[in-house]
């Protein structure tokens, strides 16, 4: 990165003792450099070596290609990145790792580094290291340590020739105690590489941050995810970084101004896309420096998103014709997140004061959008207006409906001398119309005054404009009602009523149980185990309703072989799931899999392991737990089979002491190598 070198007052002297200044080697400058540079070492030392191997894949032409990062394990605790970029030779390893602020990058801005510290960033956390350099056929192996005085120290173990691509791969041990730190910061650290690393140990996701809105070309809102701090205010990005924006140093300069406006989009959740070089950055690369030219940038970017939002909004609303529209629009907007903080900026150009009260504070602008009442009293009794909602309320006619410009509502006026109320219910009953509907049971003899006097609502419906409900389907006889309406019950909730056609009464398959004066029978699965858990079981089994059959539709089914009763159903189907040992032993297996997965070479003597891992079993979870609980209630116990396998299972893992304490994040590889060393086998 082009670093901005650039003396703006330069004093002039004429004398002739002058001295340059130096930095004198010793632990304490040693610790400011390294130990102290960073709040946050183990994300300075993600950040610090995983940007280095990028740019060395910039520099070596293949930008494109992933740089590999080893997160630590509990086997392989250390933390790796691995580049196949441009390499080092012996006098690139021991210049840049042994002088500080020695770069190769401070001339351009293709590449993110240029400060010369980041590759010293281990010692913020660690006493040593080791580098591994490759460069045109040679390969050379080096330790960074702290000597016994407290200073870094290089030391060569060995080069040798080789055939592998150039590149560079740096290992920082890890404390066990802090693996799951390093996993998690990752996760943050690569949410802003566009080249996600290729990972080895332990595998991971980056978190990623999802771009809702494109506000300007290089200003994106994002959504927040708030993960451990981060992805919840506004970021530069340059290069693979994400750089957060410190509000409070901008807004306490003395000589910014800052409106609230801008000081709450800097606080919002956007990206801002920036060229490398574009703003400076601290040495520690963990901030921006916040120079009077740094913070203008900002307020230029922000400032122009302002504007823009500005312009969006009043050319949106001044293309509505009416009050109502441009309330309902202004409400929309003030919804939105940033579009709200620069209302205050916009209504005062729309002459809309009287509709909207705005509420300030430090950072952010409140926009309570409230109209003004559309009626008074007198037009309520003399037009006889209400309210009605799909809900079945009718408000008493000498009540104000709540009702302000921009709500979502709709006119409707008499045309008939009667029935207004019950062709609204059908209206609303046949569209789903969810809206607020005002009645006017005695219209004015001058519609287009009364409209105008209450500013041109967007929907207005004369009663002749109602539409009505579709008639329902009604057999022909009354018997044939009473036979095949069926009530019925659905898995995932509910009842309806159903008229069955003859070929679904003869040939479909049917679930059933009698259902005699609103009780089931005190003998049936229902009665004993409760709807809730029949109705979870069935659904496990793939059956998804059953009918409720009264005395005489009991009588019509209960001969016929496509109609099934559900106790019958029920009880084949645990007779057949308690005798199928092997998909207890494949349960217990997979209760298991978190610690067991990486025994590939590992058998048990009754069946193989390998296989039960890697497939899955028809039950899991709470759906296994239910049948078991289903199975006991029918008199069938599993828990021999099952604690047989738990048995075998912990026998097999007393074979190798180390799979105890392993979580789900060991190596595979290591963990058959030690099963391996266990066996004797030295292969």
Same mark, same amino acid.
Request: hydrophobic share 35%; aromatic share 12%; net charge negative.
């Given at each position: ?211 809702? !809105? ?16 981060? *992805? ?70 922000? !400032? ?35 579009? !709200? ?61 709540? %009702? ?33 509907? &005002? ?70 398959? !049917? ?28 659904? %496990?089994?793939? %059956? ?85 609980? *289903? ?6 116990? &599993? ?45």
């Amino acid at each position: 990165m082009k670093l901005h070198n650039t003396v703006e007052d330069k004093a002039q002297t004429n004398l002739d003792n002058v001295y340059k200044f130096k930095i004198k080697e010793s632990v304490k400058s040693f610790q400011i450099l390294s130990s102290s540079l960073y709040s946050d070492p183990v994300l300075a030392i993600i950040r610090e070596l995983s940007t280095n191997a990028v740019d060395s894949h910039i520099a070596a032409g293949k930008a494109d290609v992933p740089i590999e990062v080893h997160l630590p394990t509990s086997i392989n605790p250390y933390f790796g990145v691995k580049d196949y970029g441009i390499g080092m030779d012996s006098d690139d390893v021991e210049v840049v790792f042994t002088t500080y602020f020695e770069s190769t990058k401070n001339d351009n801005n293709d590449e993110m580094g240029g400060l010369g510290v980041g590759g010293k960033s281990p010692y913020s956390y660690t006493n040593n290291f080791t580098i591994t350099a490759i460069k045109d056929g040679m390969k050379r192996l080096y330790t960074a340590f702290i000597n016994d005085d407290g200073l870094p120290e290089l030391a060569r173990l060995g080069e040798f020739a080789t055939d592998e691509s150039n590149g560079v791969e740096i290992q920082v041990p890890v404390k066990p105690d802090d693996n799951r730190s390093f996993i998690n910061k990752a996760k943050i650290v690569y949410a802003g590489f566009d080249v996600v690393p290729t990972f080895t140990g332990e595998k991971i996701e980056p978190f990623s941050y999802d771009v809702i !809105n494109e506000l300007t070309e290089n200003v994106h809102q994002y959504k927040e995810q708030g993960y451990y701090g981060h *992805f919840k205010n506004a970021y530069v990005k340059m290069g693979y970084i994400l750089y957060p924006i410190n509000v409070d140093a901008i807004t306490s300069m003395d000589d910014i101004t800052v409106s609230q406006a801008t000081t709450g989009i800097l606080k919002s959740h956007i990206i801002i896309n920036a060229n490398v070089g574009d703003f400076d950055i601290q040495p520690s690369r963990e901030g921006l420096t916040y120079t009077k030219n740094n913070v203008t940038r900002l307020l230029d970017i922000t !400032n122009n998103i302002s504007d823009k939002l500005v312009t969006e909004m009043s050319d949106a609303i001044r293309q509505e014709y009416n009050m109502w529209g441009k309330i309902k629009l202004l409400k929309e907007y003030s919804s939105k997140p940033i579009y !709200n903080l620069v209302m205050c900026d916009m209504i005062p150009t729309l002459n809309m004061d009287h509709y909207v009260t705005t509420q300030t504070s430090y950072y952010n602008t409140n926009v309570h959008i409230y109209g003004k009442d559309v009626f008074i009293n007198d037009k309520i009794v003399e037009y006889g207006m209400q309210g009605y909602r799909d809900t079945g309320n009718v408000l008493a006619k000498k009540l104000t409906p709540s %009702v302000h410009y921009g709500d979502d509502v709709v006119f409707v006026y008499a045309t008939k001398p009667k029935g207004l109320v019950t062709d609204v219910r059908k209206h609303i009953k046949a569209t789903s119309d969810k809206r607020m509907h &005002i009645i006017i049971q005695n219209p004015p003899e001058n519609m287009v005054d009364f409209w105008n006097d209450i500013k041109n609502p967007p929907t207005i419906l004369s009663q002749n404009e109602l539409k009505k409900p579709e008639k329902a389907y009604s057999p022909a006889k009354k018997t044939e009602l009473i036979d095949n309406r069926f009530r019925v019950k659905y898995t995932g909730g509910g009842n309806s009523y159903n008229i069955l056609s003859k070929e679904q009464l003869d040939t479909a398959t !049917n679930y059933y149980i009698p259902f005699e004066r609103s009780a089931y029978p005190t003998d049936s699965v229902i009665s004993k185990f409760g709807v809730d858990d029949v109705m979870y079981i069935l659904a %496990v089994f793939g %059956v998804r309703q059953f009918y409720l059959s009264n005395i005489k539709q009991t009588k019509m089914v209960v001969d016929k072989d496509n109609w099934v009763r559900i106790d019958d159903f029920i009880e084949g189907k645990i007779n057949e799931f308690s005798a199928d040992s092997e998909l207890h032993i494949h349960h217990a297996v997979y209760s298991k899999r978190n610690t067991l997965k990486h025994y590939l070479d590992s058998t048990f003597d009754t069946y193989d392991l390998t296989t039960m891992i890697n497939t899955a079993p028809e039950f899991t979870g709470s759906k296994y737990d239910r049948l078991v609980k *289903f199975a006991k209630k029918y008199d069938h116990d &599993i828990n021999a089979t099952y604690s047989y396998v738990e048995k075998e299972m912990v026998t097999h893992m007393n074979k190798y002491p180390l799979l105890k304490t392993l979580t789900y994040d060991a190596d595979p590889s290591a963990v058959n190598h030690y099963i391996k060393l266990i066996e004797g086998d030295k292969e």
